[in-house]
């Protein structure tokens, strides 16, 4: 093995600290995961009111750290908490982070930027120095920006990269330029967007990140592809297309030990690939948990999801009616935004015994939902990596999904006359389409032997950790090359 290395993962959210979504998952797994291949990674993060010092005994490291703010400074605890002997850093700040919630704040811009510097300054005064500063999202893509500016000659940094991870480019942190004030970079100005006016004229944190890191790379190799285009890009395509020689993707891995239907104490009756037939009694117990008919041989088909746009619920209600014309059960889990919450209230109070609607955050159904349904659809308008489809195949709950971002990349369409795949996908973004796939689903269903075939390739597909943490290692390697080539010039 190379050397080891020293990373310090940024992020704003991370299991078991805090958790909005997906990315806290990524956080709290990929240090963990890294330090099992033998290299020293540690994570940081704001110290939110939400967090309970107790409960992770905090131990102050550093008291009353001066941090640059605009042209004062604001004062930063960092605590220390060991999980599972991985060391994290949290920065406190009662101003910034003495609040019940991780976002949806008018000063997110300066939070996260005062986060970023605290992290810099901790830096210098620690005896540990990361070779790697892994940022993610826009909350952290200001540190790249300044490795190539304010910090460029501080020899703390001097051998110091920069990896930048793209979770999801609909959320970019966009603040008006008396940001870059704060930020100490006034002297450098607003960056021109090469075609976009208004993205001109104000300060864009994930273009920053993506504009300087030695490296990028998104959540899945093709969300890395589709953000080059219009499409997908989010109005930075011009933008990664200048950095397409420094753009990769790397798809997210599942905590297998965290999801399990072997251990998993949420669901019915524990089961595996090798006691398949047990598996059943999760789907009656969820018939009669949801309120439906009783019966085995009905295709349940579960969601579970943030009632989003992006999440493809606009072409699932258009849908909805002809879905329930087949014989088929649907069960959804979700919240978000209102006009979803009536519509899919409507379906479930018009097809009472066939669909099942809970309008609410619940991990304990969400696992039930993944024992005991045949099918788990994700009809997604775009999905960088998604989460859902790789719990449901590990619970054995064959995925229907539309082929975009990492939706793509782990599910393969069934085709009858080769065998091949492992799950059904469809590619417009339409009804239609969500249709054709649901029936072809359908069908496939009432060949028992076949659907258990697609029931076992899902649960032994290997999508842990282990393969993408050492992915991750590359990265940093190239990113520590691109560096000392910038070094040698
Ligand atoms: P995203 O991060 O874009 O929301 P992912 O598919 O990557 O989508 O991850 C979603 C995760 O959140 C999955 O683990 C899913 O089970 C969980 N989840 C989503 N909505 C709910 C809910 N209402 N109740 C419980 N778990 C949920």
Redesign the pocket.
């Given at each position: 093995m190379d050397k080891p290395l020293k990373i310090l993962l940024l992020s704003s959210e991370a299991v078991p600290f805090a958790k909005v979504?997906?990315?806290a998952?990524v956080a709290g797994s990929l240090p963990k995961a890294l330090r099992q291949l033998g290299h020293d990674a540690r994570l940081a993060l704001p110290e939110y009111g939400l967090i309970n010092e107790a409960q992770f005994g905090l131990t102050k490291v550093l008291d009353s750290l001066p941090v640059p703010a605009g042209s004062n400074h604001e004062l930063a605890s960092i605590f220390k908490s060991t999980v599972e002997g991985m060391p994290a850093y949290l920065v406190g700040n009662d101003k910034y982070f003495g609040r019940e919630e991780v976002y949806g704040y008018d000063d997110d811009g300066e939070r996260f930027v005062f986060f970023c510097r605290a992290i810099m300054e901790m830096l210098k005064k620690l005896d540990w120095r990361p070779d790697v500063i892994h940022c993610n999202d826009w909350h952290t893509g200001i540190i790249p920006n300044w490795l190539k500016t304010i910090y460029k000659n501080d020899p703390s940094f001097a051998h110091t990269a920069t990896a930048f991870t793209i979770h999801?480019l609909a959320y970019q942190g966009i603040f008006g330029p008396e940001l870059l004030e704060f930020a100490g970079l006034a002297d450098y100005g607003l960056i021109p967007h090469p075609t976009d006016d208004d993205l001109s004229r104000v300060v864009v944190l994930m273009a920053r990140g993506i504009l300087f890191a030695d490296v990028i790379n998104a959540v899945s190799e093709k969300y890395a592809q589709e953000i080059l285009t219009p499409e997908y890009g989010e109005r930075l395509h011009p933008i990664l297309a200048q950095r397409q020689d420094r753009l990769f993707g790397i798809l997210?891995g599942l905590d297998y030990e965290v999801w399990n239907p072997a251990t998993d104490r949420a669901i019915t009756v524990n089961y595996d690939v090798d006691s398949l037939d047990l598996r059943v009694e999760n789907k009656l117990a969820l018939q009669r948990e949801a309120e439906l008919s009783a019966g085995s041989d009905i295709p349940l088909i579960g969601i579970?999801?943030?009632l989003a746009d992006?999440?493809g619920f606009d072409i699932l209600a258009e849908a909805s009616d002809q879905l329930m014309e087949l014989d088929l059960q649907f069960v959804l889990?979700?919240?978000g935004e209102e006009r979803y919450h009536r519509i899919f209230a409507n379906v479930a109070g018009k097809y009472q015994g066939q669909a099942a609607v809970?309008l609410?955050?619940?991990?304990a159904?969400?696992r039930r939902i993944?024992a005991g349904s045949d099918a788990f659809l994700?009809p997604s308008r775009f999905?960088?990596?998604?989460?859902?489809?790789l719990?449901s195949m590990r619970y054995g709950s064959v995925p229907i999904v539309r082929s975009v971002g990492g939706l793509a990349d782990t599910v393969k369409d069934y085709d009858p006359t080769t065998g091949q795949g492992n799950g059904f996908a469809f590619s417009d973004y339409n009804e239609e389409a969500l249709l054709t796939a649901v029936k072809r689903a359908v069908e496939t269903y009432r060949i028992k032997d076949t659907w258990r075939i697609l029931m076992e390739r899902g649960m032994r597909a290997d999508f842990s950790w282990q393969a993408s943490a050492k992915k991750y290692v590359e990265l940093y390697h190239k990113a520590l090359e691109f560096k000392q080539n910038e070094l040698d010039v």
């Open positions: 979504g997906g990315l998952d999801n997210n579970i999801s943030r992006q999440k889990l979700g919240t809970f609410k955050f619940d991990g159904l969400a993944y994700m999905e960088p990596c998604g989460l859902g489809q719990i």
